[in-house]
């Protein structure tokens, strides 16, 4: 099983994006997770696509753009010109999901949904074919730093249940509240995708945090 570790630049240093880029690509860390936030689907604001830009220009590990956007289809296609390879989308902001996922592919990205914590999983089973990854989100989205809500293992499990059979390729990923302390219990419940931005950045040492992360879930270490 390979387990992927993302890193959520909403935590890195804006003053210092350069350094923390090169730290990512240095490290063992596989994608770059983007958070773009428009303070209407969630109450904050992050940044755009001139970000998005300077990440793609120094980033040498693919951009998971994790979109917390109202009608996102309006900027799938900037953002896939922008340089993601993953797009997600969540499903409380999305109408006509299937039409959204389809424009995702067409973008040449792959496609992920992401669900609020109130979202259960089960309101995925007609597109669940249709996707590369879903993103469980492990907090409310908004902010990074937020403590980790305890019904995502339950819904790790349920979503397993769901791929059975149908698509047992697709990514589980989760972002929110992930660190050392649960990064192996979330491993062993199935997910294989892991955002974390806190856990990392406020480390003392961010690139060794991230090999710590992936030796947690490939059972390497125990802490
Ligand atoms: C939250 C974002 C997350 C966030 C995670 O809305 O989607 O990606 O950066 O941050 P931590 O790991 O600090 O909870
Ligand atoms: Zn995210």
Same mark, same amino acid.
């Given at each position: 099983?390979?387990?992927?570790?993302?890193?959520?630049?909403?935590?890195?240093?804006?003053?210092?994006?350069?350094?923390?880029?090169?730290?990512?690509?240095?490290?063992?860390?596989?994608?770059?997770?983007?958070?773009?936030?428009?303070?209407?689907?969630?109450?904050?604001?992050?940044?755009?696509?001139?970000?998005?830009?300077?990440?793609?220009?120094?980033?040498?590990?693919?951009?998971?753009?994790?979109?917390?956007?109202?009608?996102?289809?309006?900027?799938?296609?900037?953002?896939?010109? !922008? $340089?993601?390879?993953? #797009?997600?989308?969540? *499903?409380?902001?999305?109408?006509? &999901?299937?039409?959204? /996922?389809?424009?995702?592919?067409?973008?040449?990205?792959?496609?992920?949904?992401?669900?609020?914590?109130?979202?259960?999983?089960?309101?995925?089973?007609?597109?669940?074919?249709?996707?590369?990854?879903?993103?469980?989100?492990?907090?409310?989205?908004?902010? !990074? $730093?937020?403590?980790? #809500?305890?019904?995502? *293992?339950?819904?790790?499990?349920? &979503?397993?249940?769901? /791929?059975?059979?149908?698509?047992?390729?697709?990514?589980?990923?989760?972002?929110?509240?992930?660190?050392?302390?649960?990064?192996?219990?979330?491993?062993?419940?199935?997910?294989?995708?892991?955002?974390?931005?806190?856990?990392?950045?406020?480390?003392?040492?961010?690139?060794?945090?991230?090999?710590?992360?992936?030796?947690?879930?490939?059972?390497?270490?125990?802490?």
């Amino acid at each position: 099983m390979k387990y992927i570790i993302a890193p959520s630049i909403l935590s890195a240093d804006f003053g210092n994006l350069q350094r923390d880029i090169e730290m990512i690509n240095q490290s063992e860390a596989d994608w770059f997770h983007v958070d773009v936030m428009d303070g209407v689907f969630v109450p904050n604001i992050s940044f755009g696509f001139p970000v998005l830009a300077a990440v793609k220009r120094s980033a040498t590990k693919p951009l998971d753009v994790h979109l917390m956007i109202v009608e996102p289809d309006k900027y799938i296609q900037e953002f896939a010109k !922008g $340089g993601a390879d993953r #797009i997600t989308v969540h *499903y409380e902001a999305c109408t006509h &999901l299937h039409r959204t /996922i389809q424009l995702i592919k067409a973008s040449g990205c792959k496609a992920g949904v992401a669900l609020n914590p109130h979202t259960p999983v089960n309101l995925l089973q007609d597109v669940i074919a249709d996707l590369d990854l879903v993103l469980i989100m492990s907090v409310n989205p908004g902010f !990074g $730093g937020q403590q980790f #809500i305890h019904n995502t *293992y339950k819904k790790i499990q349920d &979503l397993k249940v769901l /791929i059975r059979g149908v698509n047992e390729d697709l990514i589980i990923e989760v972002d929110g509240g992930v660190g050392l302390q649960n990064i192996a219990t979330l491993a062993s419940a199935g997910a294989n995708a892991f955002v974390a931005g806190n856990a990392i950045f406020a480390s003392g040492n961010p690139a060794e945090t991230i090999s710590k992360m992936k030796s947690l879930t490939t059972g390497r270490i125990n802490i």
